[in-house]
């Protein structure tokens, strides 16, 4: 199994916000926006892995902006990092400016997404190579992420998430 680059992974969608997609102050719904990120954030997992994925958890999203009606959003995923048969993908939500056409960035989010074969069984997924410095950033990040939402889950002890205690340390 070949290993994969975060740029592999890459999706982008960008769409229009309409009237039924809004709250009644003319702003886009938080959960439509989630929906768009689950569907951007499964085809970056299902192109670094070529398997079927399911969404595992949603680790972190930040509303930090309104989106309002008429905005053109922009939604760019790429797997942050993977593991044996998870993923971890990082979103960014950007809007478009309606005079300049600059870039906002509006939002952010992190997807967990595991890989499965027909019969839904987790199945191994390919090693994540980051390139750039965001990506390497985020790539290290994503194991204190992990280890951070498993100890919550109850599924690890806290003195066994050794990334975590080396932010303590």
């Known amino acids: 199994m070949h290993s994969r680059t975060a740029f592999q992974s890459k999706t982008v969608v960008t769409d229009l916000v309409l009237p039924s997609e809004t709250n009644p102050i003319n702003n886009l719904f938080g959960g439509e926006l989630l929906a768009r990120m689950d569907r951007a954030a499964s085809i970056a997992a299902r192109r670094h892995s070529r398997r ?6 949603v680790n972190h999203v ?3 902006r309104s989106i309002p009606l008429g905005s053109v959003v922009t939604v760019e995923a790429k797997v942050s990092r993977a593991f044996s ?3 971890e993908v990082y979103l960014d939500v950007w809007i478009e400016d309606r005079e300049s056409g600059e870039s906002i ?9 595991v890989a499965v074969d027909e019969t839904g069984r987790p199945i191994k997924v390919p090693e ?4 750039t410095e965001l990506e390497k950033q985020r790539f290290e990040g994503a194991l204190r992420r992990k280890q951070l939402s498993l100890v919550l889950a ?3 002890k806290p003195q066994d998430a050794t990334e975590l205690k080396a932010i303590f340390e």
């Open 154 to 156: 109850g599924k690890m």
């Open 85 to 87: 048969s998870s993923m």
């Open 105 to 113: 960035k509006a939002n952010e989010a992190i997807y967990t997404f």
């Open 62 to 64: 930040a509303f930090n």
């Open 128 to 131: 994540l190579v980051p390139e």
């Open 52 to 57: 079927i994925v399911v969404t595992a958890s």
